[in-house]
């Protein structure tokens, strides 16, 4: 158990519509990161956030958004789903002055209809 | 843009064997390099992780090389077991603050034999 919790574990929902995925980092960590892993474009970097603030933004659609919040937990919200959005999302955490040092939840699972 | 390279897409390794993936990357700039061990339907879990000043970092039968002049680093498994058997993924980032995010290999599906 890594210490980083997401919810839910499954998501299954249909293309048009909205959803939030949440991610509570291990005690003490600062920085948080998304991460989409799907079987044709693998595990992909996707945004970070630092203490509540945008860190740093990958290969991320505009129609997926994300935040952190003053307790350190983030939510992923990713809207007008299309089928190819698909895909395993996991969070990671990161310590301050180890931050490269990721340590990923169990992650969510999408399908959508 | 493929900056980290995985081989073999799968492995298949007798019980007791020695397991080697390779890795391959571009981006001179990246200076940490960490393996992942991935179990179906769980998230990714660090394994070992190794910087560009040493070349050889071991933990247990974990082992990375790293060979800074080719730009390439391998994890080797010795005396593979039943319970590696899992999706490796090899990694790389730039320690710089805002430029940690982990650039992924393809992963290799280890499978080990008894």
């Known amino acids: 158990d890594s210490g980083v919790t997401q919810t839910p574990k499954h998501l299954i929902t249909a293309t048009g519509q909205r959803v939030t995925l949440r991610c509570s980092p291990r005690?003490?960590?600062?920085?948080v990161y998304w991460y989409q892993q799907s079987l044709d474009q693998g595990l992909q970097f996707l945004i970070q956030?630092?203490?509540?603030?945008?860190?740093a933004k990958g290969n991320i659609l505009e129609r997926f958004s994300a935040q952190q919040f003053p307790d350190l937990h983030s939510e992923l919200n990713l809207s007008s789903l299309e089928l190819g959005d698909s895909a395993l999302y996991f969070c990671?955490?990161?310590?301050?002055?180890?931050?490269?040092?990721?340590?990923f939840g169990p992650g969510t699972r999408l399908l959508v209809l | 843009q493929q900056q980290v390279k995985q081989s073999p897409q799968s492995l298949i390794v007798q019980k007791g064997g020695i397991s080697i993936i390779n890795c391959a990357y571009e981006?001179?700039?990246?200076?940490?390099f960490p393996w992942y061990q991935q179990f179906p339907g769980k998230g990714p879990a660090l394994l070992i992780a190794i910087r560009p000043d040493v070349s050889e970092k071991k933990e247990g039968r974990f082992t990375i090389s790293f060979n800074k002049s080719a730009k390439q680093f391998s994890l080797h498994i010795m005396d593979s077991q039943p319970g590696d058997s899992a999706t490796y993924f090899c990694a790389a980032s730039i320690s710089n603050f805002g430029n940690e995010k982990l650039t992924f290999g393809t992963g290799t599906r280890l499978t080990i034999i008894p």
């Open positions: 956030y630092y203490n509540g603030e945008e860190r």
């Open positions: 990671a955490s990161s310590a301050p002055g180890a931050q490269e040092t990721q340590y």
């Open positions: 005690s003490g960590d600062l920085s």
């Open positions: 981006n001179t700039a990246f200076d940490y």
